[in-house]
């Protein structure tokens, strides 16, 4: 052979004075030999990573549609009782979302472990590239933040980018945790009510037992302070109702029904005078308008703090029952300094009777705020004949000769004054301050009167029904709810994983259509079977550590024969780019090497002879 001879194939390279290989010894697969199968990991299976990255984006969707669903539904419906019983909600709505999302968290962190396995063998098949981005590579060694340096460094931009997804689906799993709550919201639904009492005048009011007991709980509010009783609403009482049967947890039950209103109409005197006509006879006189006025007689000794009420019968029409007339209220104090106080409230109570809205809180029966829908239009004992509309006193009660009735009328009458001078007594400076306040004693027996009269309306305007009444029921259930952030972040993480994702593998596959791997690479059996022949084992020794193994293959560049698959190392002898040809749109960047032929050795001159071409003669 003449010195001018030019290799035509890839088996053809620059042969090296420092070893000797004996790739061309290696039989021709296909050829001479059975060619093994192609390995490629399942996991890089193009079908299968497509699919998997059209599940994130289709898994991103839904969760954006999810978090618009719940946003407009208040939630999503769900048992209000736990199913499984030995565990929280919390720890259900944070494992399983958890749970769901691991499998996707670590199919990308494997697959980004191929692609860092194959990335050497990838480089070598590209063509000549130096120890330090080849053999000398191993990015499955490196944690993620340093193979993110280290790919950036090489320009392994499929490398940087697929660790980059691998560290960014670490947060699918806190954000899958805080994905879902189940708070207790107020939700309403049609319900129906059964009321127990409808409009009608008691038969049993002349016994006065229904203003006994409001008068007691009326005195008891004010030495308690005891809130309204159920279906009694400042001046409104309302027909009872019930609620439907069930478990209800913090709910309201809002049902049309009927409801009196009872006004006390209360007033100031207009003049107030106190006489002493004797030590032992004091006389209190109030005018209340020009045709209505009033006086009260009493006996200081009896004493320092006196109150009563009686009827106004001056200021009522001649015809008008004493249990129907307006009453005033009497209040006396001696001062330590033996000044006498005295004033007196005028009160004309009268009802309304209402077709009314309102509410019950099912927790403790308390009646919420009524609304008017439209007066009570129907005719019956209240409304017409005999009470025709009028309200009872509830304090003043015509003469009886029953003992029992006459103790009742007797406790009543003494009850509600008494309550409201208790209540003056337990101001701050005493009574003495409500009496300095011009409406202290109006505003006091306004809010006790009408809390009488109110809770006494419960039995004398109402007879026993049973009606069912449609109604509107809100409770506290549990609801399940997106939460909006990390719905938005893990949606987005989603799709940018997928999207992401099968771009890379797309131009990974296509950077691994030269590369011919019949097992995997990552055995040193496998690693043997790629080197045993190339010769430039010679050059390293077992007890190498990287820097001496790098120092050592300085000047050499390796690839992949593609004839064989082996891996085999060609002198460097031109200049060569440092740039690794593996770029992110798949664009070839090669190493440029100018060889230099005429130093080749002989043998390298006439190995694989069959692949030269003919010497000129």
Request: proline residues 7%; hydrophobic residues 40%.
């Amino acid at each position: 052979m003449s010195g001018s001879a030019t290799p035509t194939s890839d088996t053809i390279s620059p042969r090296s004075q420092r070893f000797r290989d004996s790739v061309h010894n290696i039989p021709t697969p296909g050829t001479e030999v059975h060619r093994p199968k192609r390995y490629e990991p399942i996991v890089l299976n193009i079908y299968i990573v497509g699919s998997i990255a059209l599940l994130m984006i289709c898994l991103g969707i839904a969760l954006e549609i999810a978090l618009h669903i719940s946003d407009r539904s208040n939630g999503f419906s769900v048992p209000e009782r736990n199913a499984i019983t030995f565990v929280s909600t919390h720890f259900l709505t944070s494992f399983v979302p958890t749970l769901l999302v691991v499998p996707l968290a670590y199919f990308w962190a494997v697959t980004d472990w191929m692609l860092r396995w194959y990335q050497p063998y990838v480089t070598l098949s590209e063509g000549k590239a130096p120890a330090s981005r080849s053999i000398l590579l191993d990015y499955i060694a490196l944690n993620r933040l340093t193979t993110l340096y280290y790919s950036l460094k090489h320009r392994h931009w499929l490398i940087n980018v697929s660790t980059l997804t691998a560290l960014s689906v670490i947060f699918m799993q806190p954000l899958a945790g805080s994905l879902f709550q189940v708070p207790q919201v107020p939700v309403t639904t049609a319900a129906t009510a059964t009321s127990m009492r409808s409009i009608g005048l008691s038969p049993t009011i002349n016994q006065l037992t229904s203003f006994l007991a409001s008068a007691g709980y009326a005195d008891a509010a004010v030495y308690s302070n005891l809130q309204d009783p159920p279906f009694v609403n400042g001046g409104w009482s309302a027909a009872p109702f019930t609620a439907p049967p069930g478990s209800i947890l913090n709910g309201t039950l809002a049902v049309n029904t009927t409801a009196v209103q009872t006004h006390v109409n209360c007033i100031n005197p207009t003049s107030f005078t106190t006489t002493n006509l004797t030590s032992s006879d004091f006389v209190l006189s109030a005018t209340f308008s020009a045709t209505c006025n009033a006086s009260l007689g009493l006996n200081p000794n009896d004493g320092s703090d006196q109150f009563s009420v009686t009827p106004a019968s001056t200021c009522a029409p001649s015809y008008q029952d004493q249990n129907f007339q307006p009453v005033i209220f009497w209040y006396y104090h001696l001062t330590d300094n033996g000044d006498a106080l005295g004033t007196a409230v005028f009160c004309q109570p009268s009802i309304a009777i209402f077709v009314v809205t309102t509410t019950m809180d099912l927790n403790d029966g308390s009646m919420g705020d009524c609304t008017i829908v439209e007066p009570f239009e129907y005719t019956n004992n209240v409304t017409g004949n005999p009470l025709n509309g009028e309200a009872f006193n509830g304090v003043i009660f015509d003469a009886s000769n029953n003992s029992y009735i006459i103790a009742r009328a007797l406790a009543i009458n003494s009850g509600i004054p008494g309550a409201v001078y208790y209540f003056a007594s337990q101001q701050p400076d005493g009574p003495q301050s409500v009496f300095d306040d011009p409406y202290g004693f109006v505003n006091a027996t306004k809010n006790i009167y009408t809390q009488h009269l109110s809770i006494a309306a419960q039995t004398i305007y109402f007879l026993p029904d049973n009606t069912t009444i449609s109604a509107q029921l809100t409770s506290d259930i549990p609801r399940l709810f997106v939460e909006t952030l990390p719905a938005h972040l893990l949606s987005m993480l989603f799709i940018c994983v997928g999207i992401s994702s099968v771009i890379v593998h797309i131009l990974h596959k296509r950077s691994r259509r030269n590369l011919w791997l019949t097992s995997p690479p990552g055995s040193i059996a496998a690693i043997v079977s790629l080197t045993s022949r190339s010769g430039f084992g010679d050059l390293l020794l077992p007890y190498d550590d990287v820097s001496r193994m790098k120092s050592n293959l300085t000047g050499l560049t390796f690839r992949l024969d593609k004839r064989t698959g082996a891996i085999v190392a060609e002198e460097d002898f031109g200049i060569v780019n440092n740039c690794d040809n593996t770029a992110l749109l798949g664009g070839k960047r090669g190493y440029g090497v100018m060889v230099g032929v005429d130093n080749l050795t002989p043998l390298s001159r006439t190995s694989f002879k069959d692949k030269l071409e003919p010497e000129s003669p």
